[in-house]
Structure formats: structure tokens, C-alpha cells
């Protein structure tokens, strides 16, 4: 007798593995599979990159990480950021002026 395979661990409970994701630059294939999966993987993202060591990650990494997010996802990190800790700010300044660089037109049409 065969057991079925156990269902799928959800999101939520899973260990995300930032500090691998930094670094490599990549997002495994369909992580971010709904808009409500990116929005917690945003959520968890915001309180890795406040809560671990300076030197961590650099900029660039980040950076290279929130490119590969929808545009949404994007600034929906940098509103949690700000809401989470908005002295915080300062240190991702060149950062979010990049990507809000890129949503300019969208903002102002």
C-alpha cells in the first residue's frame, strides 16, 4: 500500500532562505506563484534586511533581488520599509531613487 505524498508546506511556514537568495541573485522558478505569496515573501524580505548585520548583503544584491519581483511587489517593499522603520530610510535612499526612477511616467500620468 502506497501513501499519498503529504500536501505541499505553505508559504507561511516556510524557512525563506534570504541570505542564499542575496547571494546567488535568483529566485527559485515559480516562488512567488500568487500575488498573495509576493506580498508575504515582501513582508518577510523588509524584516530580514532590518534585522540582519550590516554588511549582510549589499545594495546591489538587494537590488538585484527586488528586479526580479512584479513592479507592485517592488514598491510595496519600499511603503513596509518606510512603515516599518522609516528612519531606516536613509540606508536604502540610492536604492529606492533607482527604482522609483523607473516608475516616474507611471506616476505622474
Do not use: C, W
Amino acid at each position: 500500500m502506497t501513501t499519498p505524498p503529504p500536501p505541499p508546506i505553505p508559504f507561511a511556514a516556510q524557512a525563506v532562505p534570504f541570505d542564499e537568495f542575496l547571494s546567488t541573485g535568483k529566485l527559485p522558478e515559480n516562488l512567488l506563484a500568487s500575488d498573495y505569496v509576493g506580498q508575504q515573501f515582501v513582508e518577510r524580505l523588509v524584516h530580514y534586511v532590518l534585522s540582519v548585520p550590516a554588511g549582510s548583503y549589499t545594495m546591489a544584491q538587494l537590488g538585484h533581488l527586488l528586479e526580479q519581483l512584479d513592479p507592485r511587489h517592488q514598491v510595496f517593499f519600499f511603503k513596509r520599509l518606510k512603515e516599518t522603520s522609516p528612519e531606516s530610510l536613509k540606508d536604502f535612499a540610492p536604492l529606492y531613487y533607482g527604482f522609483m526612477a523607473e516608475f516616474n511616467a507611471l506616476l505622474f500620468t
